[in-house]
């Protein structure tokens, strides 16, 4: 089992849809998790952090499920700008970053 | 422009070659990490720095690769006789990390390898 699993998509939606991804992780022990974006050809940005349960940051929610293992990233009111890979990061000890292999997401006008 | 540099940006090279990354961290930043990423997958860990001691490496790094960060700032990637499965894009990150909980990584632009 892969430490980080998303959905690769893609998912393509309309303009002004929610849409949600989820990624599982496998070790049950990591305490904080990532979310990154990537552009196209571009380098991955963060996102947002989840330590806790979740995370909101305007249209973003991170929601996190220890006792399944899973990280969800909700997305509300999608706009044209929001299509990218959103990669899932999970830190293995303190010094590395486990990404996922990203799910790509299409906003149609 | 404050955020982490990398040279070249794109680096075509013949099967067998030999090839050499540059990477320049935020200032501040007392960690640096190299990752690689090929189309369709996120980055990979290969290895990374405290100050100018190389504390870990990957399995990814084979013997033909090898890392430096001589004074503590600027960090080098270098490939040596390079193969076709070299290709792929090489980034290098940053953080400032004070204590234990994992941070924000800074990315670069990375370098695009392609090996002919």
């Known amino acids: 089992r892969k430490e980080v699993e998303q959905d690769p998509g893609p998912f393509n939606v309309p303009e002004g849809a929610t849409v949600a991804f989820n990624c599982t992780y496998s070790n049950s022990a990591s305490q904080s998790f990532f979310w990154y974006r990537q552009d196209c050809r571009k380098e991955p940005k963060l996102l947002m952090s989840?330590?806790?349960s979740g995370n909101e940051d305007g249209r973003f929610t991170a929601q996190l499920n220890r006792a399944s293992q899973y990280i969800s990233l909700l997305i509300r009111d999608s706009k044209l700008s929001d299509s990218a890979t959103y990669l899932c990061v999970v830190p293995r000890g303190f010094q590395k970053l486990v990404f996922g292999t990203g799910t790509r997401l299409l906003v149609s006008p | 422009d404050t955020g982490v540099s990398q040279d070249p940006r794109h680096k075509i090279t013949k099967r067998g070659q030999n090839v050499t990354f540059r990477c320049d961290p935020i200032?501040?930043?007392?960690?640096l990490y190299w990752y690689r990423q090929t189309l369709g997958q996120g980055p990979e860990f290969l290895t990374y720095?405290?100050?100018?001691?190389?504390?870990?490496k990957s399995r990814l790094l084979s013997d033909r690769f090898s890392a430096e960060r001589p004074k503590g700032s600027f960090s080098t990637l270098e490939i040596q006789r390079t193969e076709q499965g070299d290709s792929a894009m090489y980034l290098c990150?940053?953080?400032?990390?004070?204590?234990?909980?994992?941070?924000?990584?800074?990315f670069g632009p990375g370098t695009r390898l392609t090996v002919l």
């Open positions: 990150a940053s953080s400032f990390v004070p204590g234990l909980a994992p941070v924000e990584q800074f």
């Open positions: 720095f405290q100050n100018e001691a190389q504390l870990e």
């Open positions: 989840v330590y806790s």
């Open positions: 200032s501040e930043h007392n960690r």
